[in-house]
């Protein structure tokens, strides 16, 4: 009745009822589902800035990106962007419409990034973050980003900065989300 | 080194560098995650009719759904959808944008919904799906629907039916996905 994810005792193979090869325990018959990751985030506006965080954790520590990380359970995708903003950079939010859905599916990732108002002008770093700023588009770090989505949303947010009925977007033609070293 | 999520070697902790209680195994300080799952389904057109399958399997079984199921590693949302619609209901699809992201807090879920058509007018039921039928919109059975966002995702396709550049849906105002039980 015990089991390892990964450990000498799992092998794969077809659970009763599915069409597909699966880790299961050999010792009790436990299958192993892994299930692609909801990546929730909010591409925050103030005036004609946006804000951003430089990650203070790795991947990609130093870089700067938008508030954004895992969905938790028992949330819905808004809520956990909120979350997340207020985690990372300390802001309330008042949500918009979903920018985006970006699928990255080489690392099983769904990304549902929100169009976003900071509720008040405060901002302060959460323990993620080594620092949190305020952004013209002409002044932001374009080499230093830290993901690639992130470019994608703050490109795509600018074609929609004044309105809010727009559709959302996807990833850009041709992009699937390879990080190339910088 | 073994462990068993739910057993009676795990225990609710907060791993280091985390900020909340997860199950950890108090032998190995695995930590078992649970994520959101995600849901991947379309809504198949078919001239003025759409595309509906009787489920095999419960939950619901013997209920009316459009193709949907869990999104799998390594595939994108689309491509999920279109992989749902082949296994449920035989079709190959000509996919287009996304109709709707749904919430489900209460059970963890996030439903991706697009709006697509049948690339061929033929179809044949899956292994999980007792029958496959298109219908006019005044024929849907509509109290034999299997879930909530079934509903929905069928009420908006509507408002949209003859354009793709619409603002991607949510769930209804006020709506969660409660079951009512029939
Ligand atoms: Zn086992
Ligand atoms: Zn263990």
């Not at 050999?26 to 103030?46: F, L, S, T």
């Not at 949303?153 to 070293?181: H, I």
Request: charged share 25%.
């Amino acid at each position: 009745m015990r089991h390892l994810p990964g450990g000498e005792n799992f092998s794969q193979q077809v659970p009763a009822g599915d069409d597909r090869e699966r880790m299961v325990c050999d010792e009790c018959g436990w299958v192993h589902y892994v299930n692609p990751k909801i990546v929730v985030g909010a591409v925050c506006r103030h005036g004609d800035k946006v804000l951003l965080c430089r990650r203070a954790i790795e991947p990609r520590r130093g870089f700067w990106t938008i508030p954004a990380g895992f969905m938790e359970e028992r949330e819905t995708s808004a809520e956990g962007a909120a979350r997340e903003a207020w985690e990372e950079a300390g802001v309330e939010l008042r949500m918009g419409p979903l920018l985006a859905v970006y699928n990255i599916p080489r690392i099983s990732q769904v990304q549902l990034i929100y169009k976003a108002e900071l509720a008040a002008p405060g901002f302060e770093a959460g323990p993620e973050s080594l620092e949190v700023a305020l952004f013209d588009f002409d002044e932001i770090p374009w080499d230093e980003l830290a993901f690639p989505s992130v470019r994608w949303a703050l490109d795509q947010v600018r074609e929609v900065w004044d309105r809010d009925d727009f559709a959302t977007f996807g990833n850009p033609p041709g992009e699937t989300g390879r990080m190339t070293p910088p």
